[in-house]
């Protein structure tokens, strides 16, 4: 039986690993986290988090093939693939500071794996991260490597928050980045052969690494661009007497530019737009 750790049981990795563990019966899937309450949560009627559909997902695989559990150790230890959805904040000092991503919480994931691990595994990094984050975990993985060998994948997840479910359910596309050799390769079918339990083959999109990690943030800019830009035309309405929602239905029937995201609203909303914009100028 495969077995899948993620670590990181936040927005990302609980909705994201219920989802893998409803789908793939067969594969064991646990969510570890350092934080006590969170976990106690999701052991809980009480999940910590909202979406709606959850619940009835955990419910379904909980104590099956879905757990949650503080042993972060032993359940690295036992994975073979391992997804690291830990948070990435914007840094607040340093070189970067209010730019760039905080990779602390990253780094000191990527050190345990190191530590605990005495088979090979696959890491996939599914927190929003720099471009080139993979080669700094690679060396960390590898420097102390006692012999395992390590492939790293980026599988950037591109779920909002509160259409969590459906999101998972029926992604516009999985993007899958690892390296082009012959064991970045198998690592790369590997975790597409999870997806395609349930996701259609042709959205499962395999790229090299960098692309994965550059196409989230690039994503993230481009829709923050669109809002921007309602936004800015927001004003003109005002000085013109136009209406933006009028403005903003006209401008959307064009296939070219499709009516999502072109709602004028205060500046551009969650905090990963904003993150991952500054995070994109900084690189
Ligand atoms: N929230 C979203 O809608 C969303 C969407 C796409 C991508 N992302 C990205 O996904 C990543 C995770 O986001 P999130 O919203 O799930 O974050 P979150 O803050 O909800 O959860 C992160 C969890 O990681 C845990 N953690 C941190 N370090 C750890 C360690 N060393 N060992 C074990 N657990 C550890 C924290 O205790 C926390 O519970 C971020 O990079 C974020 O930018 C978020």
Redesign the pocket.
């Known amino acids: 039986m495969v077995k899948i750790c993620c ?7 609980g909705p994201t690993m219920a989802m893998i563990a409803l789908k793939c019966p067969k594969i064991e899937v646990a969510v ?4 006590v309450p ?1 976990i106690n949560a999701w052991n809980s009627d009480q999940l910590p988090i909202y979406e709606p559909g959850l619940d009835e997902v955990v419910k379904q695989c909980r104590g099956k093939n879905l757990f949650f559990s503080t042993d ?1 150790e032993k359940h690295v230890f036992e994975a073979d693939i391992v997804f690291v ?4 904040p914007t840094k607040t000092r340093g070189l970067g500071a209010g730019k760039a991503a905080d990779l602390t ?1 990253w780094e ?2 990527a050190r ?1 794996i190191a530590d605990v691990s005495k088979s090979d595994k696959i890491v996939v990094e ?4 720099p471009v080139k984050t993979a080669e700094a975990i690679e060396k960390i993985l590898t420097h102390n490597s006692k012999g395992i060998n390590y492939q790293i994948l980026s599988n ?6 509160g259409t969590a479910i459906q999101d998972l359910l029926n992604p516009d596309r999985v993007l899958i980045g690892g390296r082009e050799t012959p064991e970045g390769l198998k690592a790369v079918q590997a975790l597409k052969d999870v997806y395609a339990h349930w996701v259609p083959e042709d959205r499962i999109l395999t790229t090299n690494l960098w692309s994965a990690e550059l196409s989230k943030l690039a994503a993230n800019a481009f829709l923050a661009q669109r809002i921007s830009s309602v936004n800015a035309m927001s004003a003109l309405c005002e000085a013109t007497g136009a209406d933006v929602t009028q403005v903003s239905y006209a401008v959307g029937k064009d296939t070219r530019i499709g009516p999502k995201f072109l709602n004028a609203s205060v500046g551009f909303g969650g905090s ?1 737009f904003q ?1 991952d914009i500054l995070n994109l100028v900084y690189i």
Request: hydrophobic share 40%; proline share 3%.
């Open positions: 670590i990181g049981a936040g927005y990302v990795g570890v986290d350092i934080s969170r972060v959805s830990v948070n990435t919480y000191s994931a345990m599914k927190s929003t991260v950037p997840e591109f779920l909002a928050e990963c993150k």
